[in-house]
Each structure stands twice: as C-alpha cells, then as structure tokens.
C-alpha cells in the first residue's frame, strides 16, 4: 500500500515525521512529496527534511492508498493554496480512498477544498473556525476522528494516536496493537 505525506514550506514536523515512521514500520510505502520547487522542505521550527519524490513526479501517477497532510504554519496554508495537493485530495476524496490530515490543516486545507462537508472532524482547537460554513461539517474535540475515508488529528501531541490510526485504517482494526507495544506507546 502506498501512501503519500504531502510537505510544503512550514509543515510542522512531528506530524509528518512521526506518522510517517509508524506507517513504514507497519511495511506500508510511505513517500514524502515535496510541494515546491526542490525537494528539501523547511518546517516551521527550521528543520530541513529532504523528500523522496516532488508533487509534480506523483500528481500524475495512479492515485495512492492514503495521502496525509500535516499542519503548522504556514504549512498548512500552502497545502491549502497548491492545485496539485487539492486535485489530488479532490480525485481521492472522490475514489473513497483514505484522505487524513491533522492540526491546522483539516480547517484550512481539507476546509477550503470541501471534503469536510457532512462529515466529522477534528483540528488544533479554534481552527474550526477558519472553515468556510459553506464547506463545514462536525467538529468534534477528540484526538483522532475517523468518518468513512476521512482521518483527522488535533496537533502535535497526537500525532502518534494519528499514524497509529492510520496504520489500522489501511491494513485492519488492530494492526497497530504490536507496533504500540515494540514501540512503547501507552496510548
């Protein structure tokens, strides 16, 4: 199963890097997709990550099992204004494929592209508010929240419930329980 974790300028980095680890430690093909022009991506506390392919490479390839896209600011800001990143969470929103997002970016990018509508969600608490009410669906206050093909996490400090989340999504309830265990995660 392939999945691609979307990074653009100011991407906060625990919520690429820490489910992206818990997804290849689950065997699944994780891709780190660069939003810009090269691909070594600055997050928003200046930690320089170098991806393995760029938006433009996979924009065109058949669609993935899963994209994910992390928060920060302005990371999620410019996930939310690339035409790439939104057609692509557009045709996978579409094919009922796994679209998941956390912190800032459920409000400001899955938000502006619509595929909250209907649905519950989470995000970093207030950014709700930033949803246009055309395109809202129902917050909720939980730490992870799962509806149909739509995963959605708070901030920081979940990203691991997030990628474990993510790990069962794709390949069954339960398949993260060893991982947690190896990994000693208590939650």
């Given at each position: 199963?392939?999945?691609?974790?979307?990074?653009?300028?100011?991407?906060?980095?625990?919520?690429?890097?820490?489910?992206?680890?818990?997804?290849?430690?689950?065997?699944?093909?994780?891709?780190?997709?660069?939003?810009?022009?090269?691909?070594?991506?600055?997050?928003?506390?200046?930690?320089?990550?170098?991806?393995?392919?760029?938006?433009?490479?996979?924009?065109?390839?058949?669609?993935?099992?899963?994209?994910?896209?992390?928060?920060?600011?302005?990371?999620?800001?410019?996930?939310?204004?690339?035409?790439?990143?939104?057609?692509?969470?557009?045709?996978?929103?579409?094919?009922?494929?796994?679209?998941?997002?956390?912190?800032?970016?459920?409000?400001?990018?899955?938000?502006?592209f619509g595929v909250l509508k209907g649905k519950a969600y989470t995000c970093y608490p207030g950014m709700e508010k930033e949803v246009p009410p055309q395109?809202?669906?129902?917050?909720?206050?939980?730490?992870?929240?799962?509806?149909?093909?739509?995963?959605?996490s708070r901030g920081p400090g979940t990203a691991g419930e997030f990628g474990f989340a993510l790990v069962d999504e794709l390949l069954g309830s339960g398949?993260?329980?060893?991982?947690?265990?190896?990994?000693?995660?208590?939650?």
């Open positions: 199963m392939k999945v691609y974790v979307f990074l653009a300028e100011g991407f906060e980095e625990t919520e690429a890097i820490f489910p992206a680890d818990i997804m290849r430690r689950a065997g699944l093909e994780v891709l780190l997709v660069a939003c810009g022009s090269g691909k070594s991506v600055r997050g928003a506390h200046g930690i320089v990550v170098t991806c393995d392919a760029l938006l433009d490479e996979v924009v065109s390839a058949q669609l993935p099992d899963a994209v994910v896209l992390p928060g920060g600011m302005p990371g999620a800001v410019n996930l939310a204004q690339s035409k790439g990143v939104s057609s692509l969470v557009l045709a996978m929103n579409d094919a009922k494929k796994l679209i998941a997002a956390i912190c800032a970016s459920p409000a400001v990018a899955f938000g502006s395109n809202d669906g129902n917050w909720k206050a939980d730490r992870v929240v799962v509806d149909g093909n739509l995963v959605t398949a993260s329980a060893p991982l947690k265990k190896g990994m000693l995660c208590s939650f």
